[in-house]
């Protein structure tokens, strides 16, 4: 079992920045090293989207169009940590964003799914001014 926790969420100005970070623990925490990791977000009244995704080892990341060019996800294993690295926000960025874990072989085997993570975060709200 891996738990995972975001934070660094809160209010920011129309082409500010922010950082996500997203830390994993429980009972196999250790085992986060061979799990990929997903960030997704969901606005009021919308279903939950697909942000970005990073290989187990940082090997391959994928990200959603909206947000290639503005985003970069990372991670740091020794740390059990995630991160994603938000500039240039808009106000359409305002969501809760959650990280998710997931065995997820490579960039296409659909690292945009919901249904391939196993593990998910309870959350973290972005808001966006313009």
């Known amino acids: 079992q891996v738990q995972l926790v975001e934070s660094g969420g809160g209010l920011v100005q129309a082409g500010g920045s922010l950082r996500l970070s997203c830390v994993a623990s429980g009972r196999t925490f250790i085992s986060y090293g061979i799990y990929s990791m997903g960030w997704f977000r969901q606005a009021p009244g919308k279903e939950r989207e697909f942000v970005a995704a990073?290989?187990?080892?940082?090997?391959?990341?994928y990200y959603a169009d909206s947000v290639k060019g503005r985003f970069t996800i990372s991670r740091d294993n020794a740390k059990n940590t995630g991160y994603l690295q938000m500039t240039s926000l808009k106000p359409a960025d305002t969501a809760v964003y959650y990280c998710a874990a997931g065995r997820i072989a490579t960039a296409n085997s659909h690292p945009d799914h919901t249904s391939n993570y196993a593990y998910w975060g309870q959350g973290t709200r972005v808001t966006v001014s313009s």
């Open positions: 990073i290989g187990w080892n940082g090997g391959w990341t």
